[in-house]
């Protein structure tokens, strides 16, 4: 069965720090995978990665794929605590274009 | 565009009564996807459609789970009875019809107790 493991399940670090979520996975037929962030309401997509070793950055937001080893990381610097939410993981199941979302991280950045 | 819209956002009711919650996809959107978010399941897909068409209900919980696409622009997942046990975050999503793998938009959700 197609899965997305996400660890640590919560992580609580202060203001400043950097941080790195990881997340595995185990699909037939790899196509992509998408770090969405869940503040009090829906998720919001982040980043999208399809190729090994790529890094995607956007502020002080960044991920990169490894598809050998089969896991991305999402990397946090300079955290503030507007980065406080859950932040998921999600990979496309083969033959469908439905998402299995990992349980997610949750994140707890105080002042 | 105002983005994926749905509603209630909020609903409290009586076990056995009969939900209906109601979702907008974002215009020219294909897909429609219909999730349930617990604590103790995460995110999990319910049904999805594409072009209105049911492509996938397996993640439907049981028999008192329905879901409907009249048109390309409304949907409504309905729990007919209600247990304590269906209260969750139910958020709805769209996206566009892909050559290769686009992200999905979610809507506001809409939390449901069912006391």
């Known amino acids: 069965e197609d899965k997305v493991v996400q660890s640590p399940l919560s992580l609580v670090v202060h203001e400043g720090d950097t941080v790195t979520l990881n997340c595995s996975y185990e699909?037939?037929?790899?196509?992509?995978l998408l770090w969405y962030k869940q503040e009090k309401k829906a998720p919001t997509f982040l980043f999208m990665l399809?190729?090994?070793?790529i890094e995607k950055k956007s502020g002080r937001l960044s991920s990169i794929l490894d598809k050998k080893e089969l896991f991305s990381i999402l990397n946090i610097t300079a955290t503030q605590t507007g980065d406080s939410a859950v932040y998921l993981c999600?990979?496309?199941?083969?033959?469908?274009?439905?998402?299995?979302f990992g349980a997610g991280t949750r994140l707890t950045v105080k002042p | 565009d105002a983005g994926v819209i749905q509603s209630p956002r909020h609903e409290v009711t009586e076990m056995g009564q009969e939900v209906t919650l109601r979702c907008k996809p974002i215009?020219?959107?294909?897909?429609l996807f219909w999730y349930r978010q617990t604590m103790m399941r995460g995110l999990e897909l319910l049904i999805y459609?594409?072009?209105?068409?049911?492509?996938?209900d397996s993640g439907m919980p049981e028999d008192r789970f329905s879901a409907k696409m009249p048109n390309a622009s409304f949907s409504t997942l309905k729990i007919q009875p209600s247990e304590p046990r269906d209260s969750a975050v139910y958020f709805c999503?769209?996206?566009?019809?892909?050559?290769?793998?686009?992200?999905?938009?979610f809507g506001p959700g809409t939390r449901l107790t069912v006391l």
């Open positions: 999600a990979v496309p199941e083969e033959g469908n274009n439905d998402m299995r």
């Open positions: 999503a769209s996206s566009l019809q892909r050559v290769s793998y686009n992200e999905q938009f």
């Open positions: 215009s020219g959107h294909d897909y």
């Open positions: 459609f594409n072009n209105n068409v049911p492509i996938d």
């Open positions: 399809t190729s090994s070793g």
């Open positions: 699909v037939t037929n790899f196509r992509s």
